[in-house]
């Protein structure tokens, strides 16, 4: 069987957090205290992650069907099974298009979308075709240099001489209101989002050490998420990080050192390609593993190519522009987000109260 | 409070959505079902 690392999971959590999530300002609701937001959401996150992370405990290198089948019966699990991987496909749709638009925006401006998007599928279907083990791996030659790109955008914008930390002042300066207001959507946003992992857990090597891993690897992305929140709110200010459609990118566009580092746009696209890229094709990759156990097959390579190939036409069929997918996505999207987020805890309890009673 | 900005525009724009939302919330209240059956076989048993 194909398996992976802890090292390789660590990645592919990070990369999977970081993704789409540093193109937003999250929190941004909460302007200058969405920092605060992002702190409180990850201590709740803790809660998930403990629930994800437990299920595999009882079920040891079992895949979710298996969990489900064994847990719900075959009749209510099959459906639950239908439901969650249409919500990997609706997920992997908006990051999909949400990268293909952005990259179309800052990078491609004169190539059709649908191109942009074929070159991205194309890509990904070979690499998904070689499992799981070429994505952790490949993800593992990629997060080093992610990190490095990360860490020297924000030194860049620490030194540029426009970064002001006291845009953050006064901290709760509108009471904690619009702070709580936020909370639910970044718990379901990113955090929420780690419930793809449920399929992919039995693919690690060694069971025992995977709540670490995750909790460590999901500490890692929080640091980077609060780094880069604060250091759009200190650049840009809160209202204009909560109207920017990308405020990595004018975050960027703001450093001038010496008339050398200048232009820096690029460093924001690297990150927009990679994150995006690992973002959709764990999401894609969970969907085609779950409509694989729905079908009662073993081998996911024909799901991977058939709706592979039609992801951009489904991604360009449901949104009209980048507008109408954060509209769609950062309205209902989030809410979403938080109701297939939450129903590992009642499988939960199912297993927990399951095997008190058996005993 | 947690708003809820769903609205019917937003569901009638994205029919996917509508599908999962409700297919998910229609599924919690299943499990709910099936949770509080076993606490009470556990109960009763």
Redesign the interface.
Known sequence: MRQISHIQLFALIVTFEIGSTTLFALGAGAKRDAWIVVLVSFVLSFILLWVYTEIPKHYPKQNFSEILNDCLGVILAKPLLFLYSMYFLGQSTHNFYEFGALIQMTALPRTPLLVTLYLFIVVMVYILHKGIEVLGRSIEIFLPYLFFILLAAYFLNMISGEFELTNLLPILGEGYQPVLKEIPKVVGFPFGEMVVFLVIWHYVNKQQGIRKTTYIAVTVSTFSLLIANIVFIAVLGAELTASSEIPLLETMLSVHIAMIFTNLDIIGVFIMFIGGFYKTAIHFYGFALAFTWLMNKSNAKWVITIFGLALPFLSIFRFENLDDQRWKGMEGGVYNILVYALLPLIILLIIKIKQKTSK | ???????ME??K??P??G???F???A??V???L??IY??F??IF?
Do not use: E
């Not at chain 2, 409070?1 to 609205?7: A, D, L, W, Y």
């Open positions: 409070m947690i708003p809820m900005p769903i609205t937003l569901l724009a994205d996917f959505l599908f999962l939302l297919g998910g919330l599924y919690a299943i499990l709910l099936v949770l076993y606490i076989k556990g048993r």
